[in-house]
């Protein structure tokens, strides 16, 4: 109500008015209403002609519902272009084939408008068999012709009045841009035929088609115009300020030495719109110009990331040979609002605020979750087939009375983003080097010339005035949006569609920032254009496509940023730029290739000093991980790869273990704390304030339960380093975290050790060490209760069924029954109920009847698993790994050994040591599946054992992994052995793991969800994050 101006009074008021017309009399009503009246008040003498290619059922079929209103405005705007030609003599036109030319577009923007409305009346026809004809064919010609009937159209129009407005105001518009488009064309000629042709006349246009873009302010958008000549000029209803701009950095640029010379489209800024060349795609003669594409590409990234561009994706990108040629740069300098606003909210999931991912070129996941693949729309990424993650509504059976929608993916078109050679598409993977070469050599250069960047009279000052396009949400929730507000409830009912898009309301809960604005969203998409907001570069003001203006909306303006931004350049942030680029090809590999994991010659090896070198190896692995996180306002802010179902995406990792924030916290305070660095425990620290932030805002955001994935893994992170540190404030974090965990635990249905119930219940066992409350310990509990009714008897003992496993009863440490045995014999330790030890022994019995005494090992039968791995048809897939295999199971039962100790455990222990030995090193150097992983269970198994001669096995092994490092480099977890910071397969997990085997005393191990090592306060950090009085007498 205070948004729209309402006081309750005034409400109530309404509410009780009578029905009728909302307005006071005739007189009063909108024009379109006096525009219907007349349109349907005789028949059409003449159906409308529409050119060739507005034809087909899609779009065409119900065009004669509202051909009275597009016959008037044909007839009046034929008529102003006839004025026209009579007054502009310079420029030459058929004013009724240009009418034709421009009514080409025109049925895709009814369409979505009359679609379902149509089909629902179509139905009704039928059913009510008033429609003749012998096939589904002829009824629905039949159908259509009954809409040229004036009552029979004015009968459905009063039933979707809303629908009525929409059809009359779109055909409006449609009759006003053309003829402003033509006006403003006759008033330019003279400059456009100098600017774009030499200076002659091109002859008469023959074309003005549109379609181009999506409607904003009044639904206008871009019309490519063709003249006789042959010669292509693009027409925008909006300031072309920055492509001028853009094209005057890039000759800058290019005399100051970039290299190869970059070459961007020719621009007439004309204020409130403007003129562009005709980007024509052109196909490469050579790999060498291939080759120069991509480092230009590579520029590019450079360049957009210093002007803080955005939304740079596929459609605004052509291949013109050699040279990529931008053809919409509305979203550079983006402006920063005060608090954050849903775009904001977005790339704080999808990246840290300031990387070169967000320009939009760069290969990158939309849309994609952990169980449905995304699509790449960005300008080097996307590529056509791909199919939507979203179900649209898409025609079944057009042209016949069975005509309907249905919701289903669609494929997305092929565009002109990528370069060909020899007519096939020269995919950026195959250049790769060349597209981080171009990105290093712009780098540098804005670097070098940084001072003159940012002079008063320097290349940015043609910006400063200019207006910028600002996105608050993705342009395809507007698009969606106002699809279905198309939908014939909807459309009978303007209250029922206002309502529909009340939705946009929610918004105002994660950003206040939209109190102000979904008022002005909404205005727009009731007049049917997608919302569209500018604010001048040199501004805070914010304005929207329906005109009003927000005063001081944003905290800093577009040109301050910016200037921060080139402020900010170094060669510390290009190395970690560049890390991203990298990244995000790494993506499109794994998502578009089968990539073999490497592997390398392991060997064991004893050195001389070993500790000391895995100390020292532990350091450079913390080391290479420090310049990949992203510091701002005291945060820290990490990307790293993740896999969705059959893509891969870089963004955020996320708050867990696995790969997120919670893992790479821990291996850093840890790291700081063994090798007396204070670099490591500033930048944990500063990682678990971003974590603090996120959660505190996104509670929700965290589905999970286990030690990798979920709340157990973000509660066992903070209780290692709240007593790591001596600071109380993390460890009332995790047990506020553990408060809301409960009604969760009695609904999962994960359960093991990685994403659930058994995971959760080991970390909250820890944490009951050091805040134990009555809560906690109810908690605990249900965890217990949980996995003990969870519990599925066997032909031999009882197993659980982890929903994402698929529909087979795991055996191992992560997703399977030896995982959750060991849950339960530590929650037995603190209860004594014999239950749980009962279901722990029945667990692990069900694995026994699962062991390969051929293999040593015990199967993995997660789904997928043995497809992976390419295993003979019949036969089972074994892994040596922690998370799966004999190496976890040793774990498990290694663990479990103060609470089940007889000779079956005994043996089984032994089985998993032999079978690691012999088979468990050389895949790479993760603690999930890798060497590392493998290294915890054999070190574990010394100390336990008391077993000296396994504990020289154990230096072997620990220098062998040193070698291996020093042979081959870190081989990381992921497919591909692609580089990444977390904790299980990444970099954060190889420091971790030299640390354990270098400090044993002192670095617990994660993969036992181990209590820490240390009394509280023994800790090298201090609550503050500055370094203990130690730390700075030995650094």
């Known amino acids: 109500m205070r948004a729209s101006g309402l006081t309750e009074a005034a409400l109530l008021a309404l509410l009780e008015a009578p029905a009728g017309a909302p307005w006071a009399s005739p007189e009063a009503a909108p024009a379109w209403v006096h525009e219907l009246e007349q349109a349907y008040a005789e028949p059409l003498r003449a159906p409308v002609t529409w050119p060739e290619r507005a034809e087909g059922p899609d779009r065409s079929a119900f065009l004669p519902l509202v051909e009275p209103l597009v016959a008037r405005a044909v007839t009046r705007l034929g008529d102003a272009l006839k004025d026209l030609q009579r007054a502009a003599p310079g420029l030459d036109f058929e004013p009724a084939g240009l009418v034709s030319s421009l009514l080409g577009h025109l049925p895709q923007v009814l369409a979505p408008v009359l679609g379902r409305a149509m089909v629902v009346e179509l139905h009704a026809a039928q059913l009510e068999a008033q429609l003749a004809g012998d096939t589904p064919e002829a009824r629905f010609q039949d159908f259509t012709r009954r809409l040229r009937q004036p009552q029979v159209a004015l009968d459905i129009l009063e039933r979707y009045p809303v629908l009525a407005r929409c059809a009359a105001l779109r055909i409006a518009d449609w009759e006003a841009n053309g003829l402003e488009l033509l006006q403003r064309l006759a008033r330019d000629a003279s400059l456009l035929w100098r600017r774009f042709n030499g200076g002659q006349t091109p002859g008469a246009l023959v074309e003005a088609r549109g379609g181009y873009s999506d409607p904003h302010r009044g639904g206008q958008g871009v019309f490519i115009l063709r003249f006789e000549s042959g010669l292509r000029i693009v027409y925008k209803p909006r300031s072309l300020g920055a492509e001028a701009g853009l094209q005057q950095l890039l000759t800058w640029l290019n005399a100051r030495g970039a290299t190869p010379v970059m070459k961007g489209a020719e621009a007439l800024d004309q204020g409130a719109y403007g003129w562009m060349e005709y980007v024509a795609p052109a196909p490469c003669a050579s790999a060498e110009e291939v080759r120069r594409f991509y480092e230009r590409q590579g520029a590019y990234v450079a360049l957009m990331h210093a002007l803080d561009g955005t939304d740079l994706h596929f459609e605004n990108l052509i291949a013109a040979g050699e040279h990529p040629v931008l053809v919409d740069v509305e979203t550079l300098f983006h402006p920063l609002s005060g608090t954050r606003t849903l775009r904001d909210a977005e790339h704080a999931v999808e990246a840290p605020p300031v990387s070169v991912i967000r320009s939009g070129l760069l290969p990158q996941q939309f849309w994609g979750t952990r169980t449905k693949a995304g699509v790449d729309l960005s300008g080097l990424g996307a590529r056509a087939g791909q199919l939507t993650p979203q179900a649209y509504l898409v025609t079944a ?90 939908h014939p409830h909807a459309l009978a009912d303007g209250l029922e569609r206002q309502r529909f898009f009340d939705h946009l309301w929610r918004a105002v809960v994660a950003s206040p920032d939209f109190e102000a604005l979904v008022p002005l969203e909404i205005a727009q998409l009731e007049r049917g254009d997608l919302p569209y907001f500018t604010a001048r570069v040199d501004s805070r003001d914010l304005e929207a496509g329906s005109g009003q203006r927000l005063p001081d909306f944003f905290q800093e303006t577009g040109l301050a940023r910016v200037r921060r931004r080139l402020e900010g350049l170094s060669p510390e942030d290009q190395t970690r730029q560049r890390w991203v680029l990298e990244r995000s090809l790494d993506a499109l590999l794994l998502s578009t290739q089968t990539v073999p994991r490497p592997t390398y010659a392991f060997q064991e090896h004893t050195p001389p000093g070993l500790r000391d070198a895995l100390l020292a190896e532990a350091r450079r692995a913390g080391e290479r991980l420090l310049p990949l996180a992203f510091e701002r306002g005291g945060e820290a802010h990490w990307l790293g790869l993740d896999a969705g179902d059959g893509s891969w995406r870089l963004g955020s990792p996320g708050a867990d273990v696995f790969q997120g924030r919670a893992g790479i916290a821990l291996a850093l305070g840890y790291l700081g704390d063994v090798t007396r660095d204070a670099r490591f425990t500033r930048l944990a620290r500063a990682t678990l304030r ?80 050091h805040r134990p409350s009555d809560a906690l310990w109810a908690t605990v509990d249900a965890c217990g209760q949980r996995l003990l009714e969870t519990a599925a008897p066997q032909a031999r003992g009882s197993a659980w069924l982890c929903e994402a496993a698929g529909n087979r009863y795991l055996a191992g440490m992560a997703h399977g029954a030896a995982g959750v045995a060991l849950a339960l014999l530590r929650l037995f330790a603190r209860t004594g109920d014999a239950r749980l030890r009962d279901a722990a022994l029945a667990g692990m019995e069900y694995e026994r009847g699962l062991y390969a005494p051929e293999e040593r090992n015990w199967p993995d039968l997660r789904a997928g698993a043995k497809e992976a791995a390419a295993a003979p048809e019949g036969a089972e897939h074994f892994l040596w790994a ?21 000779a079956a455990v005994r043996e089984e222990i032994a089985i998993a040591r032999d079978s690691t030995l012999a088979r468990g090193f050389g895949r790479n150097h993760g603690l999930c599946h890798g060497d590392l992983g493998n290294a915890d269970f054999l070190l574990q198994a010394a100390a336990t054992l008391g077993d000296a001669r396994l504990q020289a096995r154990v230096d072997g092994v620990a220098g062998g992994i040193l070698r291996g490092i020093t042979e081959r480099g870190y081989l990381f977890g992921l497919q591909g052995s692609t580089e990444t910071p977390g904790m299980m397969v990444g970099l954060a997990g190889i420091a971790y793991g030299l640390a354990r085997l270098a400090r044993p005393d002192r670095v617990p191990s994660l993969l036992t969800v181990d209590s820490p090592r240390i009394v509280r306060g023994e800790g090298l950090g201090t609550p503050d994050g500055r370094p203990s009085s130690r730390i700075q007498e030995q650094s």
């Open 882 to 902: 922690w998370c799966t295999g004999a190496p976890g199971i040793g774990l498990a039962r290694l663990s479990g050994l103060p609470f089940v100790d007889d």
């Open 690 to 769: 971003t974590q603090a932030r996120l959660l505190g805002a996104e509670p929700g955001s965290v589905v999970g339960l286990g030690i990798l994935n979920g709340w157990g893994g973000i509660l066992y992170a903070l209780t290692h380093l709240g007593v790591l540190w001596n600071d109380d404030a993390l460890l009332d974090e995790a047990a506020g975290h553990a408060r809301r965990l409960r009604p969760l635990v009695e609904k999962d249905t994960v359960l093991d050790v990685g994403a659930g119930t058994a995971g959760c219940l080991l970390a909250l066992l820890v944490l009951g060490e």
């Open 397 to 486: 059976e057009r042209g016949t009375d069975r005509m309907r929608f249905e919701r289903r993916p669609v494929a997305l078109p092929g565009a002109n983003n990528l370069p060909r050679l020899e007519g096939e598409t020269a995919p950026v993977l195959a250049y790769r080097d060349a597209l981080a070469e171009g990105f290093t050599r712009m780098y540098g250069l804005l670097l070098e010339h940084r001072e003159a960047l940012l002079a008063e009279d320097g290349p940015l000052a043609a910006f400063a005035r200019v207006p910028m396009r600002v996105l608050f949400r993705n342009t395809a929730v507007y698009g969606a949006l106002l699809y279905e507000s198309h």
